[in-house]
Every structure is written in structure tokens, then in C-alpha cells.
């Protein structure tokens, strides 16, 4: 009796687990171009504000960009781009915080702005709005386009 009681409660243990378990993957894989965009600007903006290079880090690119972004990024053509891509601009504003507007998305690609202004009563150099095309690559939203730059070889 006392077996099947034991048997019972880690059947019941394991299908909590495995139950547990598939909704944090589900949930992994549901990020939205919004979060992707949020999180990778908000990251971005520190690193560059602490004076560190965000390409030093691939890692982090190739999770938030995609794979045709991330080539040119890491590519001689890009160091002779004249400003930063991801801002669009020469400058930043330290003060600056990151909002969105909600995705429009069509199937695999989705468009979005990410609007980068200093909080209200904070003074702000100027604020930037950047038009952002995002598609799916192995189930995650990156980061594709900005301002709908053409990528030179």
C-alpha cells in the first residue's frame, strides 16, 4: 500500500515537472519583436554608455540580430560606416530610455519603431525614432533593419 502511495506522489512529481518544464520553454519561445527590441536597445545603450564595445560581445548580437545583419556588423564594410547603425546617429544621449510601439507582423518578418528619448524632466540632447524590421530565425525575433539601411558589402 504503502509503495503505490510513493509511486503515486512522484508520477504526480514528475507530470508537475515535465508540465513545468514545457511551459518555460513555451514561454521562451514566445518573446515578442517588442521584448526583443526592448531588451537588445536597453543592453546596447549600457555598453555604449560604459564606454565598452556591444560588437565585443557576439554572443549577444547573434541572439537579438540576424544572421545577414550580424555578418555585416562583424564585416570590414561596416567599420567604414559612418555612424553607429543601431542608433542611427554619430551621437547619443545618455539619458536616454527605450520604448516601442506594437509589431506588425507578417508571418516571419515583423516592423516596429523604437523610440529613444530621455525621461520626462530630464534634460535630452535630441531623441532619436528608428524604424526596425525584425524577422523569426530558429523560433526567436531579431533584429534585421534599421531605418531600412542597405547593408553595403
Known sequence: MRSKITLKMLGSALLLF??????????KTA?????????FYQ?????????KSP?????I?????????????YSPAYEEY?????IDAQDLDENWQVTTTKAVIKGNNATLKVMLAAPRGKK????QTLQIKMVKE??????????????SA
Do not use: C, H, M
Request: charged fraction near 30%.
Open 18 to 27: 515535465v508540465l513545468g518544464s514545457a511551459g518555460a520553454t513555451a514561454a
Open 31 to 39: 518573446d515578442t519583436p517588442e521584448q526583443t527590441a526592448q531588451s
Open 43 to 51: 543592453w546596447y545603450l549600457k555598453e555604449i554608455n560604459a564606454n
Open 55 to 59: 560588437r565585443d560581445k557576439k554572443d
Open 61 to 73: 548580437f547573434q541572439k537579438s540580430v540576424s544572421k545577414r545583419l550580424s555578418k555585416w556588423i
Open 82 to 86: 559612418g555612424a553607429d547603425y543601431f
Open 124 to 127: 535630452s540632447l535630441f531623441k
Open 138 to 151: 530558429g523560433g526567436a525575433w531579431k533584429i534585421d533593419s534599421v531605418n531600412n539601411r542597405e547593408l
